[in-house]
């Protein structure tokens, strides 16, 4: 099962490994969190109809060469099922994943996860593995090398300012139903009509689909937990169904949210937005991309009032 081509290869550089060597607790860290890094990629990018035994995404020293320190890791021989072919294949998708992810380490440009794991849950696991993993190599020069030991990709910094736009508190429910129920997609108009005492909000279904049709949904407020962002102008975003789940998200700001509902799904955007708006309110343009500075200032024209 250790083939050549599942290797994982890192090159580290830098004042502590100048002899060719590298202090045990480093490597030893380095080791845990790319383990951590190869699971979550597992867990997360194979089809979920496939059976996942995260066991058999377990690492292994292979081997430790010279020219700086140069370990080699590798998946491990031990599997847990029978079909070896079929985790052959699930293996190498992990590995092309690490490959394609360390493209975004080699450029520095970490905030393209949001584009690769829009769900919450998902990108939390993901960006705190890859942050993990990254800041094991402490300050050392890393490279992830081919399987002909030549550079393929050259590990920049990934900040925690960075990191923390991309992490989202998700909140579970703890409201069960036994009822089964069937919900169908539509067009949702929500409005909002100031009354005495208070600020009602009413949605109407203009339109009913299919639910294997996309459907565009409509708000001028967004209410998550007790904060409400009344907006300049009404937020257009498209819903879809994709496995049983259903997904609204505004492609233009980059805010996505899911749930088994539409009312699900409509507070998983909400407190997405909540979380978007505030964190990058938060930070200096200098400490932000030219494309979340866009994106900061498309959700500071948006919004005309909050109010908690």
């Known amino acids: ?10 090159h580290i550089e830098g004042e502590l490994t100048k002899r060719h ?42 081997k430790f060469t010279g020219g700086s320190a140069t370990p ?7 599997i847990n099922q029978a079909s070896i072919g079929a985790i052959a294949v699930q293996r190498q998708k992990v590995h092309e994943k690490f490959n394609h992810i360390m493209s975004y380490a080699n450029s520095g440009d970490y905030l393209k996860l949001r584009e690769d794991y829009r769900e919450p849950v998902r990108r939390n696991a993901i960006v705190g593995a890859v942050y993990s993993f990254v800041e094991s190599f402490k300050n050392a020069p ?21 990191r923390d736009l991309m992490i989202t508190e998700v909140k579970q429910s703890n409201v069960s139903s036994e009822k089964e129920k069937n919900y169908q997609m539509g067009k949702v108009l929500v409005t909002r009509d100031k009354k005495k005492g208070g600020v009602i909000y009413q949605k109407k ?16 407020t967004i209410v998550s937990g007790g904060t409400v962002y009344e907006l300049n102008y009404s937020i257009h975003c498209s819903v879809d169904l994709v496995d049983g789940m259903t997904q609204i998200e505004n492609d233009m700001l980059g805010i996505f949210g899911s749930g088994q509902t539409l009312d699900e799904a409509e507070k998983s955007f909400a407190v997405e937005f909540d979380y978007i708006y505030n964190r990058y309110n938060e930070l200096p343009d200098k400490k932000l991309t030219k494309d979340v500075i866009s ?14």
């Open 142 to 162: 890393v490279e992830i090398l081919d399987q002909n030991h030549k550079s393929q990709f050259r590990i920049k910094k990934f900040k925690k300012s960075v």
């Open 295 to 308: 994106i900061k200032k498309l959700l500071n024209l948006f919004v005309k009032k909050v109010s908690k």
């Open 205 to 220: 279904l203009v339109e009913l689909f299919d639910q294997r049709v996309g459907a565009d949904y409509f708000t001028d």
């Open 1 to 10: 099962m250790a083939t050549g081509k599942d290797e994982f290869i890192l």
């Open 21 to 62: 060597t590298i202090p045990v607790d480093m490597l030893v860290d380095i080791a845990v969190n790319l383990q951590n890094l190869i699971q979550q990629l597992a867990l997360n990018d194979i089809p979920s109809d496939e059976p996942i035994d995260a066991g058999n995404f377990k690492i292994e020293l292979a």
């Open 72 to 78: 080699s890791f590798v998946f491990t021989e031990n």
